[in-house]
């Protein structure tokens, strides 16, 4: 009995031992439960926020995969134009290259009508220099000359032949050239008008000195001149020129020995020729001609003839 008592007391020291114990493991179970509970709570709460999170991932991922799609069809579209425009840029490149040589032969072109026109306006003013040289030789056309002059006077009839003492001559007149551009450069033909010519001579007539003094002859002319001329401009300003002339001539005397005037038509010739630089001419003449004069009541013709040096001043 003992035993068994003693048995029944270790079995309820037991059972409340175990008792005590099974509530302390049910109150740390429940503590556990409520811990698991609670990570459970949070666990749901962090997959319900990680599939939320998910969700708006899957949409932010569906818009990327669009913007994708769209930044493909972009690329696809621009990769056309790159191409297109690389295309496009060969074509620029090889018409560049084209225009560049183009440029190149233009500049050639200009460059060489850039040579043209430099000799062209050289030549033009060397042409326009040689023209206004040319002008500047060949205006000078009008002529206004003093000539001194050696003659004799055959008054036929076996009379003595007489020398002049002195003879001078005036005139004034114009040339007028045959055609504008001289022939080689250097040549012009002409014809000679001069508009008036007054010469005056005058002879001594007589034998001794006494007779001298009281039986001189003085003789005039007034004529006009009208013939060919040959001009040569050979270098510079320096021309030569010469010329014939028909006289047409109202010739004149006068005798002191009764002063005897008489006056009568005559026809007279020249020659001659001149050298002239710019406005200043020197020249030398010959003249010959004839007149017939009544006197006393016989008609007498005078052949009077010579040479003229003369200055002339042309302008």
Same mark, same amino acid.
Request: glycine share 6%; with cysteine.
């Given at each position: 009995m003992k035993r068994i008592a003693l048995l029944f007391l270790i079995g309820m020291s037991i059972t409340s031992l175990s008792a005590q114990t099974l509530k302390k493991q049910n109150q740390m179970l429940k503590d556990s439960i409520g811990v698991m509970q609670k990570v459970i709570d949070e666990k749901t709460s962090a997959n319900h926020a990680l599939t939320e999170e998910n969700a708006t991932l899957k949409n932010k991922h569906m818009l990327l995969k669009a913007s994708k799609d769209s930044l493909?069809?972009?690329?696809?579209?621009?990769?056309?134009?790159?191409?297109?425009?690389?295309?496009?840029?060969?074509?620029?490149? #090889?018409?560049?290259?084209?225009?560049?040589?183009?440029?190149?032969?233009?500049?050639?072109?200009?460059?060489?009508?850039?040579?043209?026109?430099?000799?062209?306006?050289? *030549?033009?003013? #060397?042409?326009?220099?040689?023209?206004?040289?040319?002008?500047k030789i060949w205006s000078n056309r009008t002529y206004f000359n003093i000539a001194y002059g050696m003659l004799s006077l055959d008054r036929g009839d076996g009379? *003595?032949?007489?020398?002049?003492?002195?003879?001078?001559?005036?005139?004034?007149?114009?040339? %007028? %050239?045959?055609?504008?551009?001289?022939?080689?450069?250097?040549?012009?033909?002409?014809? !000679?008008?001069?508009?008036?010519?007054?010469a005056v001579a005058q002879y001594d007539n007589g034998e001794s000195f006494r007779e001298k003094d009281n039986n001189d002859i003085y003789k005039g002319e007034v004529s006009m001149q009208f013939g060919p001329s040959i001009t040569v401009n050979p270098v510079d300003f320096?021309?030569?020129?010469?010329?014939?002339? %028909? !006289?047409?001539? %109202?010739?004149?005397?006068?005798?002191? #020995?009764?002063?005897?005037f008489k006056g009568?038509?005559?026809?007279?010739?020249?020659?001659?020729l001149a050298a002239s630089y710019k406005v200043i001419s020197l020249g030398v003449e010959y003249r010959w001609g004839s007149t017939s004069y009544k006197i006393d009541g016989e008609k007498q013709t005078w052949k009077a003839s010579g040479t003229y040096l003369y200055l002339s001043f042309r302008f």
């Amino acid at each position: 009995m003992k035993r068994i008592a003693l048995l029944f007391l270790i079995g309820m020291s037991i059972t409340s031992l175990s008792a005590q114990t099974l509530k302390k493991q049910n109150q740390m179970l429940k503590d556990s439960i409520g811990v698991m509970q609670k990570v459970i709570d949070e666990k749901t709460s962090a997959n319900h926020a990680l599939t939320e999170e998910n969700a708006t991932l899957k949409n932010k991922h569906m818009l990327l995969k669009a913007s994708k799609d769209s930044l493909d069809g972009v690329q696809k579209s621009l990769l056309g134009k790159y191409n297109a425009l690389s295309v496009e840029n060969e074509r620029l490149k #090889d018409s560049l290259f084209i225009c560049h040589n183009r440029i190149n032969a233009l500049e050639n072109q200009v460059d060489s009508l850039n040579t043209s026109l430099v000799n062209l306006t050289q *030549e033009m003013n #060397d042409k326009l220099d040689y023209m206004a040289k040319q002008e500047k030789i060949w205006s000078n056309r009008t002529y206004f000359n003093i000539a001194y002059g050696m003659l004799s006077l055959d008054r036929g009839d076996g009379q *003595e032949k007489l020398s002049s003492n002195f003879a001078f001559s005036i005139s004034r007149g114009k040339t %007028y %050239y045959l055609h504008k551009k001289p022939l080689f450069g250097m040549l012009k033909f002409g014809l !000679d008008w001069t508009f008036f010519d007054i010469a005056v001579a005058q002879y001594d007539n007589g034998e001794s000195f006494r007779e001298k003094d009281n039986n001189d002859i003085y003789k005039g002319e007034v004529s006009m001149q009208f013939g060919p001329s040959i001009t040569v401009n050979p270098v510079d300003f320096l021309k030569l020129n010469v010329y014939f002339r %028909y !006289d047409p001539t %109202y010739s004149m005397m006068f005798n002191t #020995d009764g002063n005897e005037f008489k006056g009568n038509y005559a026809s007279y010739f020249n020659t001659g020729l001149a050298a002239s630089y710019k406005v200043i001419s020197l020249g030398v003449e010959y003249r010959w001609g004839s007149t017939s004069y009544k006197i006393d009541g016989e008609k007498q013709t005078w052949k009077a003839s010579g040479t003229y040096l003369y200055l002339s001043f042309r302008f």
